[in-house]
Structure formats: structure tokens, C-alpha cells
């Protein structure tokens, strides 16, 4: 047992390393460019180099890398200081491995390489304000017309549909049919006629998802993935890369933050950190995160192995982001009054708390809620029988739906 | 990467688990909880002849040598079983105390016979409520011992005993071993509430006994036989935790109200799914733990107490949640529940409680830091 690369991972994480230095963009580069623009740039000289989307086969515009490493990749790049690229994280994360399960050989070619590269982006269409953690309950419909689909209704949490070039939508063609029969997938053009976007102004006052509108909006047959009726199994590829894309833990508020902030925080003048409930907090949260990275371990050693990682991997989220709300809550009032006080020039730690306060209420339900994620640990992991479905085997348009 | 057991590591979980299995079935514990025998005899001695009781003693004293990797396989393994065995006393605390700390003439008077299994061993801290320290500690001496140790686990079956006693030398406490099988040492078995392991009052008058380690430096060498200790009890709690979801997940599936399964229900898939969570947490820092302890890293102050605080946390919440799933019959003498519930209280306590051990971990992180 140990923490060490094999001989093979060990020339790739040298190999990796020494590109990433030697190519990571300067600050010249970077100088007078919008994000968008140095994500665009860093991601197409990746891409050029072959050092995006190592997992994908070359033709799509990968190297044919196996999953240990991509892990290894990741890791060098998050030890340089290069141009945040998770703009492109869901078209790559959640599109793309949809594509190469369910689309033709000439879409593959088409549309994975600019992918890859950055040139084009791709968005999720599938919550709606009817279907969320009921998701085939959505309600977005299609209706054929020769060789196209006509869409009419309203997708929501949709994250970059301003900047995407095309969008992932599973529609319901067949409103007769029960609630997960009736689906379909496509993909589509997201500066169509018809589409309109306003993004959501959401709690916290940033806005990092959209509605879209859709009003006869027009789509090729051709741009259908899987059969008519078949949405539901195509949706269910992209929610399994869902988890690999969202997991993690939820921002940089964690334990170092707030062991820092005790250290310099006074309870009855003297340091926080000598309070035995504040030791306390500190250490369960200590104890939560070393199991979550030691979990990541024992997963990156399946990959390295070759095998797939078990099912521990899919607590991530839901120990992570409640830990780092009650993190960010208990940090706030060791600041007490002053905690509530908002100054985005001011201190920097207490924005970092202040910010991951007012933003992991989302973080609990993106991706899977709490409360869905328990649902998938005791049903795919435990074995445990589904809850009873009173929608199951009636058509759609008979099932009760919220006012 | 390669943070696993090796295959060899795996075969000889797979073997313990079908001899536990065989062996040690909770007919067996239940036995030990309501029989008269401190402890199961039979079932000691077999563990004893797989080597078990062996594993990290040396080559030289009769032992296998092997890694702390395979004993944290064993401890897992008898934690799932709830094993009636002075395994812990004398292996994880006795004979670490032992390796660590004994003069040459200690470690060979003893080894090769806790080895064997024919000698048990155990540790004695405690005196009364609260927490031991070096300011409160009653019992003195150092070739000499007096004083009182109240609850001694297996006090009244092992053959000698790592007593911590007071001093007004260095750090307040010295490491002393006695014979318990003199006639200056008086035990007496006291109840507990996990009879499934046995406990005594042991009092020593003037009994004579030998410093382990350098004198004064007993309450240091204390700290680092629990460091090492809380993660092979922290495997022991991870077992445990795993038997319990296993034993509330089985129940729950074939327990029907309002016409189906309880485990369909979420209120008991999410309180499943709880435990899951907590005993993963606890398995993965265990492997950090058992990683610590075979390389005897740095940081093993720190995984030690990271392993013991998610070890305790996973076991209290599984053992009571899987009583909860069982409803009404949780709660009876008949079922097995209780056998966790018991244990899992009693491995919270004995080598200190989670608060010390959350403020251990803070500690060790403020050492890290200024290092």
C-alpha cells in the first residue's frame, strides 16, 4: 500500500508536466483577453498539442488515455497557474460521452473535435420547472413535421446557454405514452429561431443558469440520438457522466480556512482554536474531508489498475457540500455581528465564507439532490427496492402534476 | 496509485471472515454475554493456532513478522464478528506496548508467549469517571506498584498487565509491567455494559512490577501506544459498523408494513444511506490509518486520531440506527442488535473518548503546522 505511480504513470505524469510548463499561456498571452477568450485560447493549444480530452480516441481528438491518466493530467494542471476551462467542462463531461455512445460516425467526426478544442460549446437541456429530480416528468414537447421536430416549452438550470453553440434535450414526442416511454434526445443549434434565454437571477445574486424558451423551434430528425421513444436510456448515458462532472466538494472553504480564521479570531480573548467545541467542529470536518480524499485514492487506484472504481465515490457531493455550508455557517459566527457584513473589497476570507453561504444551497441540489443522491447510495449501491411509483404504466397525460 | 491491499492481503481477509464466519457466529457471542466464561476459550486458541495473535511480533521471538497491514485485516474481520476475544488487550496494547518499550529480557520473558496465545496481556489506565491524566492518576510506582485500576478489560484472564502509575518524574507518569499472577495483585471481575468482553478491578499492593521504557516517560509512551492502538480499534469499528448496516439492511428488506418492504420506504433508504456514507468515510481513513501505521509515517499522530474520531462516529451511528430499523424487536434481549449497540459504546471509550481524540487531532494539526 502506497501513494505511488506505477513506472507507466510515472513517465505520464513527467511527460504531462513538462508540456503543461512549457505551454501553459503567459501573462502576455492572456494580457486584455476576457475569460471566455483565455479559456478558448488555453483549450485550443491543449487540443493542438493533443492534450485535451486525452481520454477520447485520436480521431475525435483525443490520445486514447486511460481514466489514471486523465487523473494525473488533472493533477499537474492544477498545480499551474492556467486559464480556468470549466466552461467547457459540461459539452466534454456530458455531451460528448452521449455522442460517442448514440450518434453517427460522421457526427462523431463533425462534432467531437471542436469539442475538444474549445472552438464550440455545448449546454444541457433537461431540467424543467416540472422535472427536476422527477426528471422524465418534463413536459417540453415535439411534434414532427416531415423531416424536422417542431419544439415548444420551457427548459430551466441551464448552465451557459448564452455563450453554448449547441445544446443536449431530451423532449417528449409522445405524451400518450407513459411517463418515460414518451421521451426522445437531441442535439440542436442553440442560435436557432425561436430559443430565447434570460438567465436566472438566483439568492445569491450571481447568475449561473438560464431558462430557455422554446417556441417553435425547429430540429432535423437527423439530429435525433437513439430511436424515437428511446430519450430516457440516451439521458440516462449523459447522467452517469453527470456525477463524474459535478462531484467534488464544493469550493475552497474547508477546514484550512477555518482552522485559519480561529487562529485569529478571539473567544473570551483568546484564540478561537483553544475552544474545545470550535477544536471540535474543526475536527469532524477534518475527519469528513480526509475520508473523502482517501476515498479518491482508493478509486484512483481501481482506475489504475484498470478495473472501475466502486460505488464509494458517489458520496463525494453529498458529504461535501453540506460540510462546507455548515463550514461557511459556523466560520460566520465565530465572526460574529461582524460576519454578516458584506464588503467585497474587505476581507477576503470572509467573502470566501459569505460566498460558499449563499451558493452551496445549490451545490445540494445540482447534479442530484441530497436526498436523490441517498436514493441512488441505497438503491444502486445497497440493493435496496425502488419507492412505489404511482405514474408507472399510465400514459403522461393522465398523471397528477403540480399546479 | 496503489492505496490497496495487496491479493495476498485480500486471500487472508476472504480465510478470517469464513473462520469467523464458522466459528464465531453471533450464537457465539451471544453465548459469551449470557455464559459464565470470561471468554471463549476454544475459539482464543484456534485464533491463536492461525497465527492471528502473532502477526507484527518479530521473527526473533517467535512471531510472523508481518505488516500492520494484515493485522488491520484481522481487526476488521473480528470487529464484523464482534469476536468474544482479548484480542485487542493483549495484541493491539499489550504486545505494541511490548515491541515498542521492552527490554530485551521483557520482550523475550513475553513475546513468544503472547505469540502463541498462551500468554494474554492487557493495559491498565483507567481509575475512575472522567479522563486519565498524569495529575489525577492514584496508582504509584515504578518496581513497586500501589493503587487501583477500575476497568481493566480482560484484567481478570491476562497474565500480566502495562499499568500506567503516577510519578514525580519527568512527564508525571511511568510505564510499569506486572505480573498479575502475584500475590501483592487482588482482581476482582466487575459487570460492564459489554459483557461479551470481560472486565475487572484490579488493586496492587506494593505489587512488584518493572519500568517499560525510560523512567518518567510513561504518559508519552501512553500517547503512542493509544496513537497506534486507535487505529487497529478503529478497524475493529469499521467491521462493526459494516455488520450492522448488513445486519439493518436484511431486516429492512424482509420487513413488510403497509403492504411492502421497509426498504422501500426512504425514510429507511436515507438512514441506510447514512451509514453507508459514515462507514465509507471511516473505511477510507482507516486505510490511511493502516498506511500510517505500516510506514510509520510522520503523520500518524494525526491519522490516528483521524481514524479513531470517524471510527467512533460510524460505529455509534450504525449500531443505533440498525436498532432503529428493527423496530420493536431491535430492542429485545432475543435479537442480535444489542451485541453492536454494546461493543460499539465500549470501543468509544476505552482508549478515550471522541472529544479527546477530536482535540488530539487539532493538536497534532497545530504540530504539522508549525513543523
Redesign the interface.
Known amino acids: 500500500?502506497?501513494?505511488?505511480?506505477?513506472a507507466e504513470?510515472a513517465t505520464f505524469r513527467i511527460e504531462a508536466a513538462a508540456w503543461l510548463n512549457a505551454n501553459a499561456p503567459s501573462e502576455a498571452d492572456l494580457a486584455g483577453l476576457t475569460d471566455m477568450q483565455k479559456a478558448k485560447l488555453w483549450q485550443k493549444r491543449k487540443s493542438d498539442a493533443g492534450w485535451a480530452c486525452v481520454r477520447w480516441p485520436q480521431e475525435y481528438g483525443g490520445r486514447g488515455a486511460n481514466a489514471?491518466e486523465q487523473v494525473i493530467l488533472n493533477q499537474e494542471e492544477a498545480k499551474i497557474a492556467a486559464p480556468n476551462v470549466g466552461v467547457f467542462s459540461i459539452g466534454q463531461g456530458m455531451a460528448a460521452p452521449t455522442l460517442q455512445t448514440w450518434a453517427t460516425e460522421e457526427q462523431k467526426k463533425r462534432y467531437l473535435p471542436k469539442l475538444a478544442s474549445g472552438e464550440e460549446i455545448w449546454c444541457q437541456l433537461f431540467s424543467e420547472p416540472a422535472g427536476g429530480s422527477d426528471l422524465a416528468a418534463l413536459r417540453t414537447k415535439a411534434e414532427k413535421d416531415g423531416d424536422d421536430w417542431i419544439i415548444n416549452g420551457q427548459k430551466i438550470w441551464t448552465s451557459g446557454a448564452q455563450y453554448s453553440d449547441f445544446g443536449i434535450i431530451v423532449l417528449r414526442t409522445d405524451p400518450n405514452l407513459p411517463k418515460h416511454q414518451g421521451l426522445s434526445y437531441f442535439f440542436l443549434d442553440m442560435k436557432s429561431p425561436g430559443i430565447e434565454i434570460k438567465p436566472i437571477k438566483q439568492m445569491s445574486g450571481a447568475s449561473g443558469f438560464n431558462e430557455v424558451y422554446f417556441t417553435d423551434v425547429r430540429v432535423s430528425d437527423a439530429q435525433r440520438l437513439g430511436e424515437v421513444g428511446q430519450g430516457w436510456q440516451v439521458a440516462l448515458t449523459t447522467l452517469m457522466n453527470e456525477r463524474a462532472s459535478i462531484g467534488g466538494g464544493g469550493g475552497a472553504a474547508g477546514f484550512k480556512t477555518a482552522?485559519d480564521l480561529a487562529n485569529r479570531i478571539n473567544i473570551d480573548d483568546k484564540p478561537a482554536?483553544e475552544d474545545?467545541h470550535v477544536?471540535?467542529q474543526?475536527?469532524?470536518w477534518?475527519?469528513?474531508e480526509?475520508?473523502?480524499?482517501?476515498?479518491g485514492?482508493?478509486s484512483?487506484?481501481?482506475?489504475?489498475?484498470g478495473e472501475i472504481p466502486g460505488p464509494?465515490n458517489s458520496?463525494g457531493k453529498?458529504?461535501g457540500a453540506p460540510k462546507s455550508q455548515d463550514l461557511a455557517s459556523f466560520a460566520m459566527d465565530l465572526m460574529e455581528q461582524a460576519g454578516i457584513v458584506l464588503d467585497p473589497d474587505g476581507d477576503e476570507m470572509a467573502n470566501l465564507f459569505q460566498g460558499t453561504y449563499m451558493s452551496i444551497p445549490g451545490l445540494r441540489i445540482a447534479g442530484g439532490t441530497d436526498?436523490i443522491?441517498?436514493?441512488i447510495?441505497?438503491?444502486r449501491?445497497?440493493?435496496?427496492?425502488?419507492?412505489?411509483r404511482v405514474d408507472k404504466g399510465i400514459p403522461f397525460t393522465d398523471v397528477p402534476t403540480s399546479n | 496509485?496503489?492505496?490497496?491491499?495487496?491479493e495476498e492481503q485480500n486471500l487472508l481477509r476472504e480465510q478470517a471472515r469464513g473462520f469467523l464466519q464458522d466459528n464465531c457466529s453471533m450464537k457465539v457471542v451471544r453465548a459469551a454475554l449470557e455464559g459464565d466464561e470470561p471468554f471463549n476459550r476454544d475459539l482464543w486458541k484456534k485464533v491463536a493456532e492461525m497465527g492471528w495473535t502473532s502477526t507484527v511480533i518479530p521473527e526473533e521471538y517467535d512471531g510472523l513478522g508481518l505488516s500492520y497491514?494484515e493485522l488491520s485485516v484481522i481487526a476488521d474481520e473480528l470487529g464484523r464478528a464482534v469476536a468474544p476475544l482479548p484480542f485487542s488487550s493483549s495484541v493491539y496494547l499489550a504486545t505494541e506496548a511490548l515491541i515498542a518499550y521492552g527490554t530485551k529480557t521483557q520482550k523475550e520473558t513475553w513475546l513468544p508467549k503472547l505469540a502463541s496465545g498462551e500468554a494474554i496481556g492487557t493495559f491498565a489506565l483507567g481509575e475512575t469517571q472522567g479522563q486519565t491524566t498524569p495529575k489525577n492518576l492514584t496508582t504509584t510506582g515504578g518496581s513497586s506498584v500501589s493503587g487501583t485500576k477500575l476497568p481493566v478489560a480482560d484484567g481478570d484472564i491476562a497474565d500480566f498487565a502495562v499499568v500506567v502509575t503516577r510519578t514525580d518524574e519527568g512527564d508525571g507518569a511511568n510505564l510499569c509491567i506486572v505480573d498479575l499472577n502475584q500475590t501483592g495483585v487482588v482482581r476482582e471481575v466487575i459487570s460492564t455494559l459489554d459483557p461479551s468482553r470481560s472486565h475487572a478491578k484490579i488493586t496492587f499492593n506494593n505489587a512488584d512490577a518493572q519500568v517499560m521504557g525510560e523512567e518518567g516517560q510513561g504518559w508519552a509512551a501512553t500517547q503512542n501506544i493509544f496513537n497506534r492502538a486507535a487505529i487497529l480499534f478503529a478497524w475493529e469499528q469499521t467491521g462493526g459498523s459494516d455488520a450492522a448496516?448488513i445486519m439493518a439492511?436484511e431486516y429492512?428488506?424482509g420487513r413488510f408494513a403497509f403492504g411492502?418492504?421497509i426498504?422501500?420506504?426512504?425514510a429507511?433508504?436515507?438512514k441506510?444511506?447514512?451509514m453507508?456514507?459514515k462507514n465509507?468515510?471511516?473505511r477510507?481513513?482507516c486505510?490511511?490509518g493502516?498506511?500510517a501505521l505500516?510506514t510509520t509515517a510522520d503523520e500518524l499522530p494525526i491519522a490516528a486520531?483521524?481514524t479513531r474520531?470517524?471510527g467512533i462516529?460510524a460505529y455509534y451511528f450504525a449500531s443505533k440506527e440498525n436498532i432503529q430499523t428493527h423496530g420493536g424487536m431491535g430492542f429485545t434481549w432475543e435479537f442480535d442488535c444489542q451485541f453492536h449497540y454494546r461493543r460499539a459504546k465500549l470501543l468509544s471509550v476505552n482508549i478515550g473518548s471522541e472529544?479527546q481524540?477530536?482535540?488530539k487531532?487539532?493538536t497534532a494539526?497545530?504540530q504539522q503546522n508549525v513543523a
Open positions: 500500500m502506497d501513494f505511488n505511480d506505477s504513470e489514471i482552522m482554536i474545545k477544536r471540535a474543526l475536527a469532524n477534518y475527519v469528513q480526509s475520508g473523502l480524499k482517501f476515498t485514492y482508493r484512483m487506484t481501481a482506475l489504475s489498475k464509494e458520496i453529498l458529504v436526498e443522491m441517498a436514493n447510495i441505497a438503491e449501491v445497497l440493493g435496496l427496492p425502488q419507492d412505489v | 496509485m496503489n492505496f490497496e491491499f495487496s497491514l448496516l439492511k429492512a428488506l411492502r418492504s426498504a422501500s420506504y426512504q429507511i433508504k436515507h441506510l444511506a447514512n453507508y456514507v465509507t468515510l471511516a477510507s481513513n486505510y490511511y493502516a498506511w505500516d486520531a483521524t474520531v470517524a462516529q472529544s481524540w477530536q482535540d487531532l487539532i494539526v497545530q
